[in-house]
């Protein structure tokens, strides 16, 4: 069986675009626009976002991947001999293949719980650097990077993102939230994080895009204007400025239209509670409790032999000689028949 005829569970970017945007790219495929963002419609997505964050005078730019988002603002708002505050299994901690220090800074990890940066655990680690007699010889930590939904696919609450804000306001360090996944956290039930929150207590985040219904694309937000200078010509310097900007800033305004963004996660996330509920009632045994898209199982290693011959999931980690951790992970995109047959198969390999 090819991997196209998989069941598509291995990530949340396996689908081209949400149909709406389809739609919109098909109107407007022979219409001349100006370059590098500068468009009608990438304004008017600009203004959008502005409004469903509350935030009238934030900068916003669009940017194509994760990784070359990630790269870009921490590069815009560290000096050279700074480095950047994240969970050790942040994403860009284990996933980005060195881009942060590729570009100049380290990654300075602390321990996580669930997936989280714990807001005490930052201040301390603040606070002892600050009182290091060395610390003119050390990498000084000048930005906290906390992503929503971790990549454990837990969740910040609105207090720990508060304290969070709290922590980086006293020690004057920029707090960076990564929302890659951000619209299957704003459609879960268990969230308290708003849009409006987030501009309220970040420095700069992103809305993700990529994972999150659109063919490509990563919107970076900076609720205080200029807060870092010149960044169209840092987008430049990293080849983050697509030539074919208006692609991207058309995307987000059709996202940004109607609530289309808050709304899409809902099915996602509803697959994976549907999903969750059966692997427990056919015995698995969940690697931690996630309450968005991501799903995290402990499974025989021979179930996954057969597993893999009708179901696309990512490898997580080992979890003794003879178990594994693997991810499912739902999206905007997943159907009832999809999940109808994922449960079928795992209840069939759990007699």
């Known amino acids: ?15 081209g675009a949400h149909p709406a ?14 370059g590098y963002g500068t468009d009608a419609i990438s304004e008017a997505a600009r203004a959008k976002i502005r409004a469903a964050c509350q935030c009238p005078e934030a900068d916003v730019y669009f940017l194509v991947g994760g990784t ?20 050790d299994t942040g994403h860009i901690s284990l996933h980005e293949a060195g881009a942060i220090e590729f570009g100049g800074h380290k ?6 719980t669930d997936g989280k940066l714990r807001p005490e655990d930052v201040d301390a680690y603040l606070t002892a650097f600050a009182a290091d007699g060395n610390r003119d010889h050390m990498v000084m930590p000048g930005m906290v990077y906390i992503s929503h939904p971790t990549e454990y696919g837990t969740l910040y609450t ?26 299957y956290a704003l459609a879960c039930p268990e969230n308290d994080v708003s849009l409006p929150l987030i501009a309220a207590c970040c420095d700069a985040f992103y809305i993700g895009g990529t994972k999150c ?8 937000v900076f609720p205080q204007k200029n807060r870092a200078p010149h960044f169209f010509t840092i987008m430049k310097q990293h080849g983050a400025l697509l030539a074919k900007g208006w692609l991207l800033g058309l995307q987000f305004d059709t996202l940004f239209t109607d609530g289309l963004y808050e709304q899409l996660g809902k099915p996602a996330i509803e697959a994976a509670d549907t999903i969750r509920k ?13 309450p968005t898209n991501q799903i995290f199982v402990i499974m025989a290693n021979e179930q996954l032999e057969h597993l893999a011959k009708k179901v696309s999931y990512s490898f997580w980690e080992p979890y003794d000689d003879a178990h594994t951790v693997i991810r499912l992970a739902t999206s905007w995109a997943t159907t009832d028949d999809e999940v109808h047959e994922l449960t079928r198969i795992i209840k069939e390999l759990a007699q």
């Open 1 to 15: 069986m090819s991997s196209s005829q998989l069941l598509p569970f291995a990530s949340d970017y396996m689908e």
């Open 107 to 112: 990654v300075l990890t602390l321990p996580h």
């Open 21 to 34: 945007i389809l739609k919109r790219l098909t109107e407007t495929n022979r219409t001349p626009m100006p």
């Open 213 to 220: 219904g659109t063919l490509f694309g990563e919107a970076v």
């Open 68 to 87: 070359q988002t990630n790269a870009t603002v921490i590069d815009a708002l560290l000096a050279s001999y700074q480095g950047v505050v994240a969970a």
């Open 278 to 290: 059966a692997l427990q009632e056919y015995g698995y045994r969940l690697f931690f409790q996630t």
């Open 158 to 183: 609105a207090e720990e993102l508060r304290r969070l804000h709290a922590i980086c306001q006293a020690h004057k360090v920029p707090l960076y939230l990564d929302g890659a996944r951000l619209a």
